[in-house]
Structure formats: structure tokens, C-alpha cells
């Protein structure tokens, strides 16, 4: 099931990097949004694989 935290960690990390990719920056709101919850779901994945891992 370790894929699964891969898949979060890259959903995370396109959550970051799609206001830049699709061109919405501009739009302060939306832009921050995407941001902060792709932080958020990329440190949950983190921190959920290395719980994972020192079981």
C-alpha cells in the first residue's frame, strides 16, 4: 500500500505547482487555496509513510 502515499505525496505536490502550470495566479484566492491544501496533503503523506515505515 505504500503506493497509495506516493500517489498522495504527488497529488500534494501538483496541488503546489498547478497554479503556475495552468496559469491562474492571478487569482489570489484560488492560487492560495491550491497552495496551502497541496501543502497539507503533502506533509500528511509524509508524516502518514514514516508512521508507516516504524511499524
Not at 30 to 44: P, Y
Request: glycine letters at 10%; proline letters at 2%.
Amino acid at each position: 500500500m505504500m503506493w497509495q502515499l506516493w500517489l498522495t505525496g504527488l497529488i500534494g505536490i501538483w496541488l503546489i505547482i498547478s497554479p503556475w502550470v495552468y496559469s491562474f495566479t492571478s487569482n489570489a484566492g484560488a492560487m492560495w487555496n491550491s497552495v496551502i491544501f497541496g501543502v497539507i496533503v503533502l506533509i500528511l503523506a509524509i508524516w502518514t509513510g514514516a508512521c508507516k515505515s516504524k511499524s
